[in-house]
C-alpha cells in the first residue's frame, strides 16, 4: 500500500513570498498532522486535521495554515516567508488522528529554503 | 504534556547492544511512553510503545521502572543501519496533541 506523499520535495522560495505543500495520506487514514522540523528547535507540531476539520493547532504564527479536503490530502501555507521559515516541514497520517500510536506513518517531507 | 530529557548523542559499535534513556519526571496517568526514529532526510518512523514494564518487539525493548519517571529504549547488536536519530515523547493525545513535542532526539552513531 502507497505510503504518505509529499510534494514537492524540495522548494526555494524569496522572502515575502508565499507556499503551499501538499500531503497525500495513506488510503483510509482520515487525519493529517503536519510538522516543522529545523536544527535548532527539532520537530515542532504545527496542526493536523481530521475529517476535514482542523482539530488541534500548535504554537505558530497565523501565517502558518492549511486545510484538508474531502479525499483527506492536506495542504499547508506558509504566507510573507521569512528566513527562519526555511525548514524540513513533515506530514503524518493516521487513521484516528495524532502521531502517539503504532498506524501513523510520515512522509518523507518537504524541504523549504527561504532566500 | 511532560518534559523529556535524553542525551543528545550516542556512539557505539556494531554487534554492541545500545540502551538510550529518557527521563520525565512529570508523566501522567494517562501518558504513554513512545519512541520515533529518524534517518536523515526521511520522516521519523514509529520504533515502540509502552506505558509501563516492559515492552518487545522485533526492532527494540522498551523498560520502564515502577515509578515511569524514565525509560530506556533498547537495541540489542545494532548495526551501521541503525545509526539515526531517536525520539522519545511522552504524552497522551486524546488531550495533548497541540502540546506534543519531539525536542531533538538522541543521535547515535554506529561505527563498524
Known amino acids: 500500500k502507497a505510503g504518505v506523499t509529499q510534494t514537492p520535495r524540495y522548494l526555494i522560495k524569496t522572502r515575502g513570498q508565499q507556499v503551499t505543500l501538499s500531503c497525500s495520506p495513506i488510503s483510509g487514514h482520515r487525519s493529517v498532522s503536519w510538522y516543522q522540523q529545523t536544527p535548532g528547535q527539532g520537530l515542532q507540531f504545527l496542526f493536523e486535521y481530521f475529517s476535514e476539520t482542523q482539530r488541534n493547532k500548535g504554537n505558530f504564527p497565523g501565517r502558518f495554515s492549511g486545510r484538508q479536503f474531502s479525499n483527506s490530502r492536506s495542504e499547508m501555507n506558509v504566507s510573507t516567508l521569512e528566513l527562519g521559515d526555511s525548514a524540513l516541514y513533515l506530514c503524518a497520517s493516521s487513521p484516528r488522528g495524532g502521531v502517539l500510536n503504532t498506524e501513523a506513518f510520515f512522509g518523507q517531507g518537504t524541504r523549504l529554503t527561504v532566500v | ?112
Open chain 2, 1 to 112: 504534556l511532560a518534559k523529556t530529557t535524553q542525551p543528545i548523542s550516542m556512539d557505539s559499535y556494531e554487534g554492541q547492544e545500545v540502551n538510550i534513556t529518557c527521563s520525565h519526571n512529570n508523566i501522567a496517568t494517562n501518558d504513554y511512553i513512545t519512541w520515533y526514529q529518524q534517518f536523515p532526510s526521511q520522516g521519523p518512523r514509529f520504533i515502540i510503545q509502552g506505558y509501563k514494564t516492559k515492552v518487545t518487539n522485533e526492532v527494540a525493548s522498551l523498560f520502564i521502572p515502577a515509578d515511569r519517571k524514565s525509560s530506556t529504549l533498547s537495541l540489542p547488536r545494532v548495526s551501521l543501519s541503525d545509526t539515526a536519530v531517536y525520539y522519545c515523547l511522552v504524552g497522551d493525545e486524546v488531550y495533548n496533541t497541540d502540546k506534543l513535542i519531539f525536542g531533538t532526539g538522541t543521535r547515535l552513531q554506529v561505527f563498524p
